[in-house]
């Protein structure tokens, strides 16, 4: 979807993407499995969020960076 990217944390992403295994294709921070829940989910595509925080906006990949750089040199 144009105006996100995949979150920058490698950690967090292999968590998540190891969710959407177990749950084949779906949503790991939904209850329901079905069509809506296909990753990315139905209310991802259609309002823009993303619960699990796999996809974040793209003005904030950058936001995210700092952090991270911050959090490693503590």
Request: charge should be neutral; hydrophobic fraction near 30%; glycine fraction near 6%.
């Amino acid at each position: 979807m144009k105006g996100y990217r995949i979150n920058p944390n490698r950690e967090f992403v292999l968590r998540i993407i190891e969710g959407v295994i177990r749950k084949e294709g779906h949503c790991p921070c939904r209850k329901d499995v079905n069509d809506e829940t296909l990753c990315p989910c139905d209310e991802f595509v259609k309002t823009g969020v993303c619960r699990c925080g796999l996809f974040i906006k793209e003005e904030d990949v950058s936001k995210f960076m700092s952090k991270e750089k911050t959090e490693d040199a503590n």
